[in-house]
C-alpha cells in the first residue's frame, strides 16, 4: 500500500517539489496544509491570500486544510492541523527544508506529537541540483518576497529562470532562498491540472520584506 501524506504547502517551490519527489517515490497525497495569519486572510510563511492557496489546491486536485494562529500559538495550531490530516489516513507530512537543523528538529518534534512521520525529500540536496530538477520538471514559480536591504525588490513578480538564480546567486543570495531571502509562488507545472492565471497587484513592505500581492484570474 503506497504512503498517504500531507504536504506543508507554502505555495512555494520547495514545498511543490519535495511534493512531486515524494510522489514520484510512490506516496499518495491526501491533502495540502497551510498556516495563516490570525485573520486567517495571508499564509504565515509568503504572505499570500487564502483564495491563491485554495486555487493551487484545486489545481493539484486536493483540499487544503488550514489553521489560522499568532506566532505564539503557531506550534499548538500545526499539531492540531497534523492530528486532523492524521485523522484523514495520512501517515507522513512532507517538508520543503534543506539544510537549517533546527527547522528539521521542529518539524520532526509536531509530527511526532500527532502521531505521523516528517519526511524532507530535499533535505541536504545541493542548491543547483534542486533547481535543475525543478526546471528539468517543467515547474513555473514567480518571486513574490524580498527581504527588504537584501534582495531588490525589481526581482517581485519575477519568473524564477536559470537568469534570475544566477544573478542571485552572482550577489551572494542563496539560489534557493532557504535563509528566508526570496520566496515564491509556483503558478504551473505537472502537479496542476492547469498554469495558474493571475495578476499582479500592489506591492507592500511589511516585517522587512517587500510583498508582491497577487490574485488569481478566473478561467
Known sequence: ??????????????SCLALWHALRDGARLDCLLTMFTEDGQRSRSHGLSRVVLEAQAAA??????ARSAAWDEYEAAMIDLLRE????????????????????????????QAG??????????DRLEILDAWWDAGFEARIVVARDGLVDRRYLGRL?????????????????????EFHTLVTAGPLFCEPMRFEL???VLRSGC??????????
Open 160 to 180: 524564477l529562470d536559470r537568469l534570475a538564480a544566477g544573478e542571485l546567486a552572482a550577489a551572494g543570495i542563496d539560489a534557493c532562498g532557504e535563509n528566508g
Open 1 to 14: 500500500m503506497r504512503q498517504r501524506i500531507a504536504c506543508s504547502w507554502s505555495g512555494g517551490k520547495d
Open 60 to 65: 493539484i486536485g486536493v483540499p487544503l486544510l
Open 85 to 112: 490530516a492524521a485523522a484523514r489516513g495520512v501517515t507522513a507530512a512532507v517538508f520543503g527544508d534543506i539544510d537549517i537543523p533546527r527547522h528539521r528538529e521542529w518539524e520532526e518534534s509536531v509530527c511526532k
Open 210 to 219: 517587500w510583498f508582491q500581492d497577487v490574485a488569481v484570474v478566473e478561467s
Open 201 to 203: 497587484g500592489q506591492q
Open 116 to 125: 505521523i512521520e516528517a519526511v524532507l525529500p530535499l533535505w541536504q540536496q
